[in-house]
Structures are given as C-alpha cells and as structure tokens.
C-alpha cells in the first residue's frame, strides 16, 4: 500500500526567545485536500509557527518541509508553491483591483489568471475599483485572491475572517471550503470556533508552546467529559424529580419555567421528553439541544478562553 506523503511536515520543531519558549518541540503533518487549524490562546505560539513554516523565522531545533521541500535550505522553491494570508493584508490605497493582481503574479513563475481568480472570490465587478473603496469583506476576499495568485500546493490563513460581519465571514467560508476540491493544503488560525468546527478536517491545539491535543472537530470533542443538556421552557406541571428519572439525564436544572436537563445520551432524553409531554399535555417552548464544542475543549484543557 503506497504511503501518502504530508504536504507540510514539521518535525520536533522548538523556538525560544530569551528563557521564553515560544514553541516548544512540536510536530505535526497535514495533506492534500485538507484544511488543518492550528488553534490556541494568544500567546500559545501559533504566529512564531506560522512564521517558521513559511520560512520567515529559523527555528532553533527541528525541520520543516513543505511539499518535499526542506523550508531552511530550499526557501526559493518553498516561496513558489506557498500562499499566504495575513490578518491584515497592506495595499496600497490606490490601487486597483485588477492592478493589484497583475503586480503579485510578476513575483512568481507560476500564475493563475486573474478572471479565474476574481470569479473565485466573487469581485468581477470590482477589478476597476480601488483598495480603498473596498468593503472589508471585499478586502479580504482580495487579500485572499492575491494568496492564490501564484496557484499554491500550500495556502496559510492567519484568522482570515476577523471583524468581518457574519455574512462576509460566510463568504469566505464558502471560497475556503473549494480549495479542498483544489487538492490543496489549507493551514488555519481562528479564533471563532464555529469556524474551526465548520471549516477544518483536523485541528491541532497549542498551549505554552506545545501541542495538547490533534484530531478531528469531533474526535476531539468526544474526549471531553461534558454532557449535552436540553434547554427548554416548560409551564410548571413538570417536577424536576420526575424529569431526573429521564432515560441518560444525570442532572436536572430548574428555575422557574426554565429548565435544563444535562443528558449522556440526548436522543434518548429527548424522545422520552416528549412523550412525558403529551401525557401531561404540557407545552415544551425554546427547546434546543446544547452539545459540548471546541470552546468547551479549550476551557477544559488550557482553562481559559481562545481570547485571554
């Protein structure tokens, strides 16, 4: 059976600064079609990562390839099949869309063609227009165009979506989502755990340096020990006694008609909910299932949260 080769691999790669060890023998691989989120508090190590893998900054033990290139001695070939985004991208104002394309594809050997990638990032109607009279979202959906200018095996995102309103950052969802159908290799940084959930096939998590926990969105989530919990308004004629005595239900939550019920298994509690109502004819209003998430991750294994 052929072994499938990691696009990016780093390998017990550390980086100190002073008594300060900003990453601390990490590793990990990502491949072909993925979208890999290296996820952590501030300070956790993700941007000197970052920097080291696409060559900006030289770790002080470790390696780094990058489609089969090791990034510290073949940083000419590693620059011509990366793309990277930052949080914020510097144009200057008064350039034009289309101008800003034409000006980043002279820096590379292999381009893509502008009209691909304007109707990629849906600005077609824009390429006359300039930087500055761009909204955020078409900033960024620019600053994302101007990554692929070069068609990369590897595409770094660095929080792409920060401050953008909910439905600019969905536009971007959508854009990044088609890479994996592009073969390429998609390494992310967010804060917005829905992003992460939504966006990533696997995600590694850093704290102090080191990685604490890599898998998948839901591989990651099953390990905690936090239940799921309905929440629901009821009208008084359930007893909280009662509802203990639900199928999975470990703990119940009342006050006043507001009640949670935390539940192992919430099908079940569910299901078992609902006949309980219609025998006691009593109307379940605002009912809706909380399950564990990342963010929960993040508190259970750093004890703080992505912003502190």
Known sequence: METVRPTVEVINVSKAYGTLKAVDELSFKAYRGEIFGLLGPNGAGKTTTLEMIEGLRKPDTGNITIDGYDVQKQLKEVTEV?????????????????????????????????????KLVALEDKVNT???DLSGGQQQR?????????????????????????????????????????????ILTTHYMEEAE?????????????????????????????ESCL??????????????????VSKVLA????????????????????????????EIKNL??????????????????LRE
């Open 82 to 118: 990366i793309g990277v985004q930052l949080q914020s991208t510097s144009i200057y104002n008064k350039i034009k869309v289309g101008e800003a394309l034409k000006l980043f594809a002279g820096y590379y050997k292999n381009r893509r063609s502008s009209e691909e990638l304007l």
């Open 130 to 132: 300039y930087h500055q």
């Open 142 to 186: 620019l600053a994302l165009a101007l990554a692929l200018v070069n068609d990369p095996t590897v595409v770094f995102l660095d929080e792409p979506t920060t401050g953008l309103d909910p439905q600019a950052r969905r536009n971007l969802w959508d854009i990044i989502s088609k890479m994996k159908s592009d073969e390429k290799t998609v």
């Open 198 to 226: 939504r966006l990533c096939d696997r995600i590694a998590i850093m704290d102090h340096g080191r990685k604490i926990a890599e898998g998948t969105p839901r591989e990651l989530i099953a390990q905690l020990n936090v």
């Open 231 to 248: 929440e629901f308004s009821a009208n008084g004629l359930f007893d909280s006694n009662e509802l203990g005595q639900l199928p999975s």
């Open 255 to 282: 006050k006043g008609e507001e009640v949670e019920l935390f539940s192992k298994n919430p099908h079940n509690t569910l299901v078992s909910l609902i006949d309980l109502s219609k025998s006691r004819q009593a």
């Open 288 to 305: 809706h299932v909380r399950r564990p998430t990342l963010e929960d991750l993040f508190l259970e294994l750093t004890g703080r949260s």
